[in-house]
């Protein structure tokens, strides 16, 4: 789906298909830099992260391992509950494991600092962070991402795998959700 199928529905278009193909790539250099030599998990967080899954993967010129978690803090608002619950954990053993968690955005930052103490609980050799978002104003709980696409506002954003009442993730671009669709 293409920004011009849900025009009414965004208030802009933040990056195009193109920008996030291109940050990407700059993504994976710098991953391919620094995991040079070493084996690397990455590990998805459902279902957001599909998108920045395949592409960021696709974009390594590398072998690289893919593992999953579903976990879930929000319900269907648009406002974090602030409860993190496992619904799908990793079908690998990660001791001794160097792991990057990807994910789509961070915004109060309550997901990745809850499933980082979590993952490091297992004797991972690393365990390092990738997101394609960040919304610095809105962190309550400290996240260190290695790996940043862009930092944001707090608007709420959909596409590329951000959903909004499951809706927009196959958005081929990231864009502003007008707040006549969630008002
Ligand atoms: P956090 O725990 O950092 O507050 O929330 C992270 C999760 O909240 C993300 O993985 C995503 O599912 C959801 N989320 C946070 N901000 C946005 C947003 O602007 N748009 C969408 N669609 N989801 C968001
Ligand atoms: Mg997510």
Same mark, same amino acid.
């Given at each position: 789906?293409?920004?011009?199928?849900?025009?009414?529905?965004?208030?802009?278009?933040?990056?195009?298909?193109?920008?996030?193909?291109?940050? %990407?790539?700059? !993504?994976?250099? $710098? +991953?391919?830099?620094?995991?040079?030599?070493?084996?690397?998990?990455?590990v998805g967080v459902l279902r957001g992260a599909v998108m920045v899954m395949a592409d960021l993967a696709r974009a390594l010129g590398r072998h690289v391992e893919m593992d999953w978690m579903a976990v879930s803090s929000y319900?269907?608002?648009?406002?974090?509950?602030?409860?993190?619950?496992? %619904?799908?954990? !990793?079908?690998? $053993? +990660?001791?001794?494991?160097?792991?990057?968690?990807?994910?789509?955005?961070?915004?109060?930052?309550?997901?990745?600092?809850?499933?980082?103490?979590?993952?490091?609980?297992?004797?991972?050799?690393?365990?390092?962070?990738?997101?394609?978002?960040r919304k610095p104003e809105a962190q309550q709980m400290p996240v260190q991402a290695r790996y940043v696409g862009w930092d944001i506002g707090e608007e709420f954003v959909v596409g590329y795998g951000l959903d909004y009442r499951e809706n927009y993730r196959n958005l081929r671009d990231i864009g502003t959700l007008a707040p006549h669709v969630y008002s």
């Open positions: 789906m293409d920004a011009a199928h849900v025009d009414d529905d965004l208030v802009e278009v933040l990056f195009t298909e193109k920008q996030i193909h291109d940050r %990407l790539g700059e !993504l994976a250099a $710098d +991953i391919e830099r620094d995991y040079d030599g070493k084996d690397l998990l990455i319900g269907s608002g648009t406002k974090s509950s602030g409860v993190v619950r496992i %619904l799908k954990d !990793l079908d690998t $053993d +990660i001791s001794g494991r160097h792991v990057l968690i990807v994910d789509e955005v961070i915004d109060t930052g309550l997901t990745l600092s809850w499933l980082t103490s979590n993952l490091n609980s297992r004797n991972p050799a690393s365990v390092e962070i990738c997101t394609l978002l």
